[in-house]
């Protein structure tokens, strides 16, 4: 006999959207599809989320929190470079989890260009990681950057990144993950360069 889920309802409902998403977009998220592929009534859906954007703003988190959780796994070693580079790859799209992960965060990366809720969670994420990659920066320049070059280095290898994943998953096969991966550690070295 199989155990009992202790999943709630709405994590489920949370990962059917994601898996939506990531498989055909968020045009095609309804409250109406997300209860068939859940094998649910439409007033359940409701009842956890009584809005669209309710609903893709809990989707959306779930996928930060996905993405934060995996980076705060990174075990920091001494090398501060390949600390940051462990980080940076964890937001490219190097298996299948976080291709799924990418095409998700592309999905709403565009909605929140329309859809304030979203802007605004996507800019504190955005705040967020690049004050952290901008912490590892300092690290690993040993202080030798002031503030503002510091900070512009991590908009830098945030929007190099994010342009690499967007890239990868919207492209086919162009960018491999070795391509990514060699892209990463050259960004870092040109942006940790003395």
Same mark, same amino acid.
């Given at each position: !006999?199989?155990?009992?889920?202790?999943?709630?309802?709405?994590?489920?409902?949370?990962?059917?959207?994601?898996?939506?998403?990531?498989?055909?977009?968020?045009?095609?998220?309804?409250?109406?599809?997300?209860?068939?592929?859940?094998? #649910?009534?439409?007033?359940?859906?409701?009842?956890?989320?009584?809005?669209?954007? =309710? !609903?893709?703003?809990?989707a959306f988190t779930e996928v930060v929190r996905r993405i934060r959780e995996r980076v705060a796994n990174v075990?920091?070693?001494?090398?501060?470079?390949?600390?940051?580079?462990?980080?940076?790859? *964890?937001?490219?799209?190097?298996?299948?989890?976080?291709?799924? *992960? #990418?095409?998700?965060? #592309?999905?709403?990366? =565009?909605?929140?260009?329309?859809?304030?809720?979203?802007?605004?969670?996507?800019?504190?994420?955005?705040?967020?990681?690049?004050?952290?990659?901008?912490?590892?920066?300092?690290? =690993?320049?040993?202080?030798?950057?002031?503030?503002?070059?510091?900070?512009?280095?991590?908009?830098?290898?945030?929007? =190099?990144?994010?342009?690499?994943?967007?890239?990868?998953?919207?492209?086919?096969?162009w960018l491999d993950p070795s391509t990514l991966t060699d892209a990463v550690d050259h960004l870092i070295g040109?942006l940790l360069a003395q």
């Open positions: !006999m199989a155990e009992p889920s202790t999943r709630s309802t709405r994590d489920v409902l949370t990962d059917v959207l994601l898996d939506i998403t990531a498989r055909r977009g968020l045009d095609a998220v309804s409250v109406r599809q997300v209860a068939a592929a859940a094998g #649910v009534s439409i007033g359940t859906v409701q009842h956890h989320f009584p809005t669209k954007d =309710a !609903m893709l703003t809990a075990v920091p070693g001494p090398d501060v470079p390949r600390n940051l580079a462990a980080v940076l790859r *964890e937001l490219l799209p190097l298996d299948e989890r976080r291709s799924a *992960e #990418v095409r998700i965060q #592309v999905a709403f990366a =565009a909605r929140a260009a329309t859809a304030p809720a979203l802007a605004a969670l996507q800019a504190g994420i955005l705040a967020e990681v690049t004050e952290s990659i901008a912490e590892v920066i300092a690290l =690993a320049r040993h202080g030798e950057d002031g503030p503002e070059d510091t900070r512009r280095k991590a908009h830098i290898a945030l929007a =190099a990144v994010d342009g690499l994943a967007l890239h990868a998953v919207s492209s086919g096969d040109t």
